[in-house]
Each structure stands twice: as structure tokens, then as C-alpha cells.
């Protein structure tokens, strides 16, 4: 289960995605670990800049609203306007809930590089921290489910 948490337990025809139900630290943040979405779809630039990041590189959410696709996604985006990949869905929902909090602090960093010949979509894990007010918790909605729902309607 850790691997699925991490790698999203992904494949193209899957309708679903798996990840563990975070529990803010002591200081009341949250920690999410992912691999940075749609590489293959990416320019060849952008893979030849995720193989130059380093461990600890700070990335920017950037919000995406042309995309044909999804008007919520976040572009990671290194500090020179690099793109290198899209936050995961649920985690752009995030984003989303929490952005327009001025208490609200969120970060991602460079958390691994695996480079080839990892597959394109495990080259860059990354390390998001969410930091929110006391009365919030992320994944709430109705999209959100824990497999043991799930696996009691099957």
C-alpha cells in the first residue's frame, strides 16, 4: 500500500486513484508525496529540465485555466517559468479549496529525480505542504472515498 500511496497505483485505463488519508504533523501540516502528472504529454524540453532539478527545488503551482481538460489544473512549474508536469487531480482540488485562504500556505519542493530508465511518469516525485486553519480538512467532498466505502458497496 506505502508504493501505491506514493505512485498513485495508476494505469491508463483505471477510473480511480489511490492515496493515503493524510493526518496534519504536529504543527498542524499536511504532507503529500506524488509523482508530478503528464510527463508523456509534456515537450522534450520539459523532460531535459525535470532531469537538471535537484532535490529540495521549490516548484510553483500555476493554475491552468485553458486547459481543455481540466479548467481546475495546476502546472508545476520550476522559478524560471519552466514547466515540468501537473499536480495530481485530488491535490489540485486542494488548491483550490485552500487558495483563497490568506492563512493558507502551500509548497512543493523537488522531493526525487529518478532518471532513466525509470518510466517518463516516476521521474519527479514531489513533497507538498499544506498548511491550513484547524477547522479545515482536505478531501472532505463527495469525490473523496476511502477503499473501505468502496470495497463495502462492491
Wanted: net charge negative; aromatic share 10%; glycine share 6%.
Amino acid at each position: 500500500m506505502a508504493m501505491l500511496a506514493k505512485s498513485g497505483g495508476q494505469r491508463a485505463t483505471d477510473t480511480l486513484f489511490v492515496f493515503p488519508c493524510p493526518e496534519p504533523d504536529e504543527n498542524g501540516f499536511y504532507h503529500f508525496h506524488f509523482f508530478a502528472q503528464e510527463l508523456l504529454n509534456l515537450p522534450p524540453l520539459s523532460a531535459s529540465r525535470i532531469s537538471r532539478l535537484q532535490m529540495g527545488d521549490v516548484l510553483r503551482l500555476v493554475g491552468d485555466p485553458e486547459n481543455p481538460y481540466d479548467r481546475r489544473a495546476l502546472m508545476l512549474c520550476t522559478e524560471d517559468d519552466d514547466l515540468v508536469g501537473y499536480c495530481p487531480r485530488y491535490l489540485s482540488n486542494i488548491g483550490f479549496e485552500v487558495s483563497g485562504q490568506s492563512l493558507c500556505l502551500i509548497d512543493v519542493e523537488v522531493e526525487r529525480i529518478n532518471m532513466a530508465p525509470a518510466p517518463l511518469q516516476f521521474r519527479l516525485l514531489c513533497h507538498m505542504t499544506v498548511q491550513m486553519s484547524q477547522e479545515e480538512r482536505p478531501f472532505l467532498g463527495a469525490m473523496y472515498q476511502p477503499l473501505s466505502v468502496l470495497k463495502a458497496a462492491a
